[in-house]
């Protein structure tokens, strides 16, 4: 039942215009990008009014961004030829990824590099959270003390490897971490399927019960 109103006042919140900083049991933490304050509003709370200011236009696609640095590339007058040659890729580079219906997207630091020689910086700023985030991050909060201490353990390996300055070894925690994750992430669908098939045995059980009770007509 928590869980649901967690998840409710976690929609409200951003529905109100805040961005979700973090969340417990019994309440969520919130703030405002804009002004850079933050308030933690209990379960079933009131919810502080925000009066917000013009942002920036948000992009949520790479097709969008790339759009975006095409436009700004003619803006400036430079060819998709020359631009590519200056980021030291093949002369199609550039005008292959400008292409609307290109089937990839560059690679991250490709395009801040290409953002950049454009003059166009990328800013990551907090927005509202979809729905099956908010779902998960409201059944999951009694976990949240445990994930905590495993939080600070990792970083503390990380900041160990970084120190011994080999990025193998750095690399390799990250997967670790990953397959981790995953093989949690695996356990609890198989729990979930376990309890599953065991309820459909029940009923079928009880169905079996029911029709051999019955009389001959």
Known sequence: MNDEKLLATMK?????????IGADAAGVEVGCYDCGG?????IGGEIPALDRHAVSEGISSGREACALLAAQRETIGVSAEDLSALLGQPPNWVRRYENPDAARSPGTTDFLEWAALLGVEVHLVPTTMPSTTLRWI????QKLPARRRRFEIERKRDAQLRQGGDPLEAEKARLTRQQEFLDRQLAQVEEQMRA???TCDHAAEQSGQTVTGLNPL
């Open 12 to 20: 409200a919140a951003q529905a109100a215009g805040w961005w979700i």
């Open 38 to 42: 933050t308030c933690y509003v209990p």
């Open 138 to 141: 409201s059944m999951t909060r």
């Open 196 to 198: 599953k098939a065991k």
